[in-house]
């Protein structure tokens, strides 16, 4: 046991830099899901130098001897309590991915699947090394990061990955992300009940039940009567006009008409039951929309309907003896007590105990039931679909609303017959039919001053993507909104408040009744007890009556200064006004002058006699 205890947590800078080993963990272990990001956590005694090295990292390397690689971690929350520090790290890949520039733009029309990791990876720092077939597929990305543009070729293709990393020394050499048809491989091994496993826990799924499915590809391009491209996208294709038969070699009957395709077995299995007691089927929809051929469409719909058209089975297990065991190994499962069961199945979850293997928790089952993330990232990346959709058609609209714009501005610049009929034209565009010529010349000064101001808006970029994240429970529920900019700042708004990032990372949040922010401006703050504030620059403030001013740090307000110049500050009302400075204090009722410094004092014209300065008077005296 001695042995694996040996585990080492190499501590990285924000520069990459190996800086220090800790080998005294008190726990660890990584999370690994197949086309989830791996989650490290770890615990360490809390002393005086490991809280200064957590506090300096930025990555965390772990040699994972089970797997015998090597996993890079940005950490992400260190909690520091009574005597344990516990750190919670994310595959590096994961930030990297989605902070390292972003795609602007990329049309991917039947693209080899190296075309397409082309694009999500060069300009980074990672490389890839590409192990599936390389097959054609299309997938468009706009102004996403490379994480969601990854996130849309795995669904796309089907691929899985893995994210690996290569060491030189005390430097990170290279990061390389392996790209698969399938990860892992067929083995022999056997988790046995009582054997070589510790517990046992059985899940029938039934979230995810369907036994037909309507299929939606790729929205239809707008045409006009001559069938030329008239911008825009009109509903999503469907096979309903495609024809399935099993005399035909086809897997399943699907007539002519029908929307949907359906496992009639599975129907009559798990279908509802209508009011004559008959099954009828449980009925999806199945959204592919990058595809644009009918045929394919359906095919694709049958091959989802397949994984979706029984209850998923999971075996979630606590392995004694894990060996070798990696993710997408496929495994045979058996269960004594209370099921009575063997499954075959792929490895699709590790929770790996990095101090003691025997710890380590192994889940099999099937992938048909999406993890919440991957539930998540479908719903972002449909929205995030439409609002491509959306901004196509704005900018097809911007350009026939300018050219609109365009023809009423020179219009106005015309002059008799010739502007009429520039008038005409353009109503008839419009089809205003029911407005005379003169009320259109009513209101042209009028539109002609706002031509200007509304060209700018038109022709001014828009926001970046918005996004909502939903209840992978209760998909009808919005659990947040996000919307972004192209200058890099965004917003975020959720049940605990609202979120504001500004370019040039200036914050901003209303969360729980309170505000934080980096700067407030112009805004008018009433009835507030402000307590630590440094204020910089000058403040003016009034009475609701105007009778009374204060201002600190502006000009003199009326004609108390101060001697030596420099900043003060003055109380101003209707017959009195004073001033503050570091090194005098002056009252005036407007005809007398009160004074007070650090060596006189002066009321009116005459000078405070003081015990400092009584000699010089007393000698001025016998002079007289």
């Known amino acids: ?123 980074s720092t990672w490389t890839y090394e590409l192990h599936a077939k390389n097959v054609n597929g299309s997938t468009n990305f706009y102004r ?3 994480k969601e543009a990854l996130n849309k070729v795995e669904k796309t293709w089907g691929i899985e990955v893995q ?38 826990k059985y899940v029938q799924d039934q979230r995810k039940l369907y036994t037909a499915a309507v299929g939606r590809g790729a929205g239809v391009e707008n045409q006009d009567e001559a069938g030329n491209d008239a911008g825009g996208y ?9 024809e399935w038969s099993k005399q035909k070699g086809n897997p399943v009957d699907k007539p002519l008409g029908q929307l949907y395709v359906e496992i009639p077995e599975a129907t009559q299995k798990w279908g509802w039951l209508d009011n004559k007691g008959n099954r009828q089927p449980r009925m999806t929809v199945l959204e592919f929309q990058n595809e644009k051929d009918k045929n394919e469409l359906l095919r694709k719909t049958y091959q989802e309907l397949l994984t979706l058209c029984n209850p998923q089975i999971e075996v979630q297990t606590t392995v004694a003896k894990a060996g070798n065991l990696n993710l997408g190994d496929v495994v045979t499962a058996v269960s004594f007590t209370p099921q009575r069961f063997t499954v075959k199945s792929r490895v699709i979850k590790i929770v790996r105990d990095l101090i003691d293997n025997s710890n380590t928790e192994v889940d099999i089952g099937n992938l048909t039931v999406k993890a919440e993330v991957d539930r998540e990232q479908e719903i972002s990346n449909n929205i995030t679909q439409a609002v491509e959709t959306a901004d196509q058609h704005i900018q097809e609209s911007d350009k026939k609303n300018l050219s609109l714009y365009g023809e009423l501005h020179q219009s106005l610049q015309d002059e008799g017959e010739e502007r009429e009929k520039l008038q005409a034209d353009l109503m008839q565009k419009l089809n205003i039919t029911n407005l005379r010529i003169e009320d259109v010349n009513n209101r042209a000064e009028e539109l002609d001053a706002d031509f200007e101001q509304i060209r700018s808006e038109i022709e001014s970029p828009g926001s970046g993507p918005i996004k909502l994240r939903r209840d992978p429970y209760n998909p009808e529920n919005i659990q947040e909104f996000t919307a972004e900019n192209y200058d890099g700042s965004y917003m975020r708004m959720n049940g605990n408040g609202l979120e504001f990032i500004g370019p040039n990372g200036a914050y901003s949040a209303i969360t729980k ?98 015990a400092n300065n009584i000699s010089s008077y007393v000698k001025a005296s016998s002079l007289k």
């Not at 399938?182 to 083995?187: K, L, V």
């Not at 000058?538 to 200064?561: A, Q, R, Y």
Request: with cysteine; glycine share 6%.
């Open 513 to 610: 009744g309170k505000i934080a922010a980096d700067m407030i401006d112009g805004i008018r703050v009433r009835a507030m007890e402000i307590d630590a504030l440094q204020m910089n620059g000058s403040l003016v403030s009034t009475t609701p009556g105007g009778s009374m001013t204060v201002s600190i740090g502006t000009d003199p307000p009326g004609n108390l200064w101060p001697n030596d110049g420099g900043r003060a500050v003055w109380v101003k009302s209707m017959n009195y006004e004073s001033m503050l400075s570091s090194g005098q204090i002056m009252i005036s009722d407007g005809y007398h002058v009160t004074s007070i410094g650090p060596n006189v004092a002066r009321i009116g014209d005459s000078t405070v006699i003081t």
């Open 1 to 123: 046991m001695e042995e694996e205890r040996t585990l080492k947590l190499l501590l990285y800078d924000n520069h990459e830099n190996l800086f220090a080993i800790k080998t005294e963990a008190l726990s660890a272990n990584i999370a690994e899901e197949i086309n989830v990001y791996d989650e490290l956590q770890f615990s360490l005694p809390k002393n005086k130098q490991n809280v200064i090295d957590i506090d300096k990292t930025m990555y965390i390397g772990v040699p994972v001897k089970q797997t015998n690689d090597y996993r890079l971690f940005k950490i992400e929350r260190p909690s520091y309590e009574d005597r344990i520090i516990y750190v919670t790290a994310i595959e590096s890949a994961s930030d990297d991915l989605d902070v390292q520039f972003f795609i602007k733009d990329r049309r991917l029309n039947n693209a080899a699947l190296k075309d397409t990791l082309d694009a999500i990876f060069n300009g």
């Open 163 to 200: 994210f690996r990393y290569q060491v030189s020394g005390n430097r990170i050499e290279k990061k390389v992300c392996h790209v698969y048809d399938t990860i892992g491989q067929e083995t022999t091994t056997r988790l046995v009940q009582g054997r070589n496993v510790t517990s046992f």
């Open 234 to 242: 009109s509903r999503s294709i469907e096979f309903d006009d495609i």
């Open 144 to 146: 996403c990061s490379r």
